[in-house]
């Protein structure tokens, strides 16, 4: 079975400043993607980053980083110069890659982060 | 381009009323289409997806159904609702054969009084 693991339900940062939500996952798959969601207040859900399982290198986008530990089943994100938007409930998912076969989103039960001016 | 829509935002029903919750996705064709309910301060919960039109599995033994009357289209319903159905409901697509692609509609807030 698949599982998804956010052990900090909730965390803040000072505005400007960097933080890592962390994330764990258990699966016997080989390839599958990983991701970061942020739900706003608005309750939209908004794709942060994405990693696919076969590469080394860790994904980055703008501010969003992650770092992906393949064999500790690891996958935390951080956040660098922290504004007062990314105010949100941050999901980490997994979906195995099966191709045209129909694959489950995976979710962890979300860290609400929350930025201070 | 392609977009999911879902309706309605926000709804109050009494405990036994019907209900019907609506998802159409434009711009693309023979999507699998997934509906997941997200109860307060918890994650989101697999609940139906859908691989093609009358095809439809169930992820969680409840009070709801779904449907999917047309390729783009999907329906999640319930014939009497119960307060624990209270929640906030997302549809979601994903493209044939793409499986790092899933995009979310807005979602519907569900009270049950």
């Known amino acids: 079975a698949q599982t998804v693991t956010q052990s900090q339900p909730e965390m803040s940062v000072q505005e400007a400043e960097t933080v890592t939500l962390s994330c764990t996952y258990d699966?016997?798959?080989?390839?599958?993607?990983l991701f970061w969601y942020k739900q706003p207040p608005s309750r939209q859900m908004i794709l942060v980053i994405r990693q696919e399982a076969y590469k080394q290198q860790n994904a980055t986008e703008n501010r969003f980083s992650v770092n992906f530990q393949k064999a500790a089943k690891s996958f935390s994100l951080k956040i660098s110069d922290s504004q007062l938007g990314d105010t949100a409930m941050y999901f980490c998912a997994f979906i195995p890659d099966r191709g045209s076969t129909l694959g489950r989103l995976y979710f962890g039960r979300g860290t609400q982060l929350t930025v201070w001016p | 381009s392609q977009t999911i829509h879902q309706w309605p935002a926000t709804l109050v029903q009494p405990v036994g009323s019907p209900l019907s919750l609506e998802c159409t996705v434009e711009g693309t064709s023979n999507p699998n289409l997934y509906w997941y309910r997200q109860a307060a301060g918890r994650g989101l919960q697999l609940l139906f997806y859908s691989i093609g039109i009358g095809q439809i599995s169930s992820e969680v033994p409840q009070n709801l159904s779904a449907s999917r009357p047309q390729d783009r289209q999907f329906i999640l319903s319930s014939k009497k609702l119960l307060l624990s159905d209270s929640g906030f409901y997302l549809c979601?697509?994903?493209?044939?054969?793409?499986?790092?692609?899933?995009?979310f509609g807005s979602g519907t807030q569900l009270s049950v009084l």
């Open positions: 699966t016997s798959e080989n390839n599958y993607y």
């Open positions: 979601a697509w994903r493209p044939r054969g793409a499986s790092e692609k899933l995009f």
